[in-house]
């Protein structure tokens, strides 16, 4: 019975997000393409690393090593993702036919170039955070 009811939870819940994106009708649609534009940039650089890397994998090769390694990040593992993207490019890579150095290195180039991003928007949050004034305490 519990489990019906959480599925019964869940299937209302996604009928509500349906509902709510009719009602918005077409006003969505921009977000969808920045969203796409976004996913295929994301892909193409990847491409361009495994090209840099000396590998001939093709571009669709990489987009489903893009959606794998996105699925391994949500994995709760490490801060972000440190050593399990690596690892699921490399894998994955070398499951659709690249070499494994190219696949190796194209993944190293890839925390190359998004780690000093990370390193900067945690900087810029951290200052952000500790630049607020304290709340003062309500009394009891």
Not at 6 to 20: E, N
Not at 23 to 33: K, T, V, Y
Request: net charge neutral; charged share 15%; glycine share 10%.
């Amino acid at each position: 019975l519990r489990r019906k009811l959480q599925h019964l939870k869940m299937v209302t819940a996604i009928q509500g997000d349906l509902m709510q994106l009719l009602r918005a009708g077409w006003r969505w649609l921009p977000l969808l393409l920045m969203s796409f534009v976004f996913q295929i940039t994301a892909v193409g650089i990847v491409y361009l690393l495994f090209l840099g890397a000396g590998s001939t994998i093709g571009f669709a090769e990489v987009a489903l090593i893009a959606a794998i390694t996105g699925l391994a990040g949500v994995l709760p593992l490490a801060i972000n993702g440190i050593g399990v993207t690596e690892g699921t490019i490399t894998l994955a890579g070398v499951a659709l036919g690249a070499d494994y150095e190219d696949a190796a290195v194209a993944a190293i180039l890839l925390r190359v170039v998004v780690l000093p991003l990370s390193a900067a928007c945690g900087v810029l949050y951290w200052r952000e955070s500790h630049d607020r004034p304290e709340k003062a305490a309500i009394p009891a």
